[in-house]
């Protein structure tokens, strides 16, 4: 039989697969706790919010509200990083019960003197817990229950307020009943928001034909800086495979000269824990990472757990492939694709734990070099519960590490990666492109369980994508893509420099670069400037300095009557920063509607005066009115506007 409890606790939220994961959050955000509790008859209910973080033993406490229906809630900061438990608990308030019941009887004139002695036994129970003024307070409350003579000031004194919020503030938690615990991730604000820029180390060299360094590549350091970016995410840098290495176009046949794909890791000078001896040294890769911190930008390095034909594994760890009975393996196949110069590992190898290990080792060694973000190359071809495993084991020694699942896959594979522990998953972005879809797309990731463990990152374009709305696409379309990224995720990435120079020529029916950088080394003129590079800059300057631009979850689309006009309302928790966001999705024509501003969501009425400041060419117009009329041109087809009320 088990404890007698009334109170019933049901429905408790923020919570994924009923607490079997933990939801993630970043220092200083807030988790809002919900839950339905409910006790047979009518008492009176109280419920509180626990929460402790991993390295605390003492619970802190946060009381619960009553909204409607049994629904209850309230609200805690996480300014730690690490793991935080929290739990509801409710119980039958009888102090505040009796207090209910005895005014009741008081305003239907009814006599309490037996009530007031009742009171006597919550007032005794508490003593001992209240401050100096309201214990005094008690006292004479003490005395006054049990003096008939002062009976008109008991019932006075029993009605107050201030009895109530001592009672409120002390709780009886007779038979009180908790939850289950629930956990809360807290990473490092880079998390939530982040602005990566993608580029090749060697097609960095200022001289064409030339492959590049990573001293080149901190020549181009201050460049991404500049544009508000604050990642810099490198492709593999390791040996490439020689043995069935592909040529340019990803051709089945490299001729001399041609370098391969830097996904075909593994070669006669190394494997993972090795560096590309054509980009230089470790030390010089060391050189770049410091570079890279003194411009206040990370590199993130690609995680790519596959070999090339020649990789050291294969000859020392044979069992970590799948051999055919004609002693080949099978390379690496994602039809129609096909990576002849790539061996997929063999996961369900009986050296597994060899393996696992290998693989947490390659980790810890860039993670010693000064590397604390790792983008995965397809995540959803290796086991969920090995990313469980290994990301549990880097965050317990390096918690500020961040891990970007690469996987644009089915749907649910990709929700369960982010909940086996990824920090942020790549999405569907690129191949939204009306405004149905766009919201339809940003509202699932919102307003459904996903915005408690699944951060999205936004990109346009990257190497294995040159979506088709880009191909030939002209500066205005680029413009587009890279404001709806901006604004509506908060991180965001570019496979750059062939975005920012609209490089978008592919091959023939396919969402593939033509000349992909992939398989050739490309050589740019970094110096160029061009409009879509200013304005790139210049939105990534109003993230860095809008913090409701910093999350991805606040954002409410607004009504504006044209399907070719977008319109959304974002804000930080507290709303002490409101962004308003029009953006046509016309890279041709111009466009116009009248869009509804959310007047009660911004804390305003109909009349007053809305300073609207366009952040991108520091305009300002004042609304006044629910209802205002907005026109759009391809040559800046966006607004940001920063509410000032």
């Given amino acids: 039989m088990q404890d007698q409890k009334r109170v019933v606790i049901d429905y408790v939220s923020p919570s994924v697969n009923c607490g079997d994961f933990y939801i993630k959050r970043v220092v200083n955000e807030i988790v809002n706790v919900g839950a339905h509790i409910m006790a047979d008859g009518h008492d009176v209910l109280g419920a509180s919010v626990l929460y402790k973080h991993e390295k605390s033993k003492k619970w802190n406490e946060i009381r619960m509200g009553l909204l409607s229906n049994d629904e209850w809630q309230a609200s805690f900061s996480v300014e730690k990083q690490g793991f935080y438990s929290y739990k509801v608990q409710a119980w039958v308030d009888y102090a505040l019960n009796w207090r209910y019941g005895l005014i009741r009887k008081i305003n239907d004139g009814q006599h309490v003197v037996s009530e007031l002695l009742e009171g006597v036994q919550f ?381 978008s020529n592919s091959l023939l029916g396919k969402e593939e670069y033509l000349n992909s950088e992939k398989f050739q080394i490309t050589h740019y003129d970094w110096e160029i400037q061009n409009k879509l590079i200013n304005v790139i800059a210049k939105i990534n300057y109003i993230r860095h300095n809008n913090p409701a631009l910093q999350q991805t979850n606040n954002i409410k689309f607004c009504h504006i009557g044209n399907d070719n006009l977008l319109a959304f309302y974002k804000w930080n928790d507290d709303r002490t920063n409101q962004i308003f966001v029009i953006i046509s999705l016309d890279h041709h024509n111009s466009q116009q509607g009248t869009v509804q501003v959310p007047l009660h969501d911004i804390g305003v009425h109909h009349g007053h005066n809305l300073e609207m400041h366009d952040l991108i060419t520091d305009s300002r117009y004042n609304w006044n009115s629910e209802w205002c009329y907005v026109e759009l041109h391809p040559t800046m087809p966006f607004h940001i506007f920063k509410i000032n009320k």
């Fill in 123 to 503: 007032i005794e129970a508490i003593l001992d817990k209240v401050n100096v003024e309201d214990k005094i307070y008690l006292e004479h409350l003490h005395r006054i229950f049990q003096n008939e003579n002062d009976y008109g000031e008991a019932i006075t004194e029993a009605s107050t307020d201030r009895l109530y919020q001592i009672f409120y503030a002390n709780p009886i938690k007779i038979l009180d009943n908790s939850s289950k615990e629930y956990q809360v991730y807290v990473d490092r604000k880079k998390a939530r928001f982040s602005t990566w820029y993608e580029f090749f180390p060697r097609s960095a060299s200022e001289h064409e034909g030339v492959h590049g360094t990573f001293k080149d590549c901190e020549r181009l350091l201050p460049r991404v800086k500049n544009m508000g970016f604050d990642v810099v995410y490198l492709p593999p840098i390791h040996p490439i495979g020689e043995v069935n290495r592909k040529g340019k176009n990803n051709t089945t046949e490299a001729k001399e000269g041609d370098v391969g794909s830097t996904w075909g890791v593994g070669s006669q000078y190394g494997g993972h824990k090795d560096i590309h001896p054509q980009l230089g040294s470790l030390d010089d890769f060391k050189s770049l990472i410091q570079k890279a911190k003194e411009n206040n930008l990370e590199i993130a390095m690609d995680y790519a757990l596959q070999a090339a034909p020649d990789h050291p594994w294969v000859k020392d760890h044979p069992k970590w492939f799948k051999w055919r009975p004609d002693g080949t393996v099978q390379y690496a196949e994602n039809p129609p694709k096909k990576y002849q110069d790539i061996l997929p590992i063999y996961w369900e190898s009986e050296d597994y734990k060899a393996l696992w290990h290998e693989c947490l080792d390659i980790l810890m060694h860039w993670i010693d070099c000064g590397i604390n973000i790792f983008r995965v190359d397809n995540p959803h071809t290796k086991p969920f519960y090995f990313w469980n495993w290994i990301i549990s084991e880097v965050k317990a020694k390096h918690p500020d590490v961040i891990f970007l699942a690469e996987a644009f896959t089915a749907p649910k594979v990709m929700q369960q990666l982010a909940k086996q522990g990824y920090t942020q998953s790549y999405t569907y972005f690129t191949w939204r492109e009306s405004k149905h879809e766009i919201i339809e797309y940003v509202e699932e990731l919102t307003t459904s369980e996903l915005s408690e463990y699944m951060q999205p990152n936004f990109w346009p374009n990257t190497p294995d994508i040159n979506p088709y709305h880009l191909q030939g696409a002209n500066e205005s379309k680029h413009i587009q893509r890279y404001a709806l990224a901006a604004t509506l995720s908060s991180s965001i990435g570019i496979y750059g420099p062939v975005f920012e120079y609209m490089l």
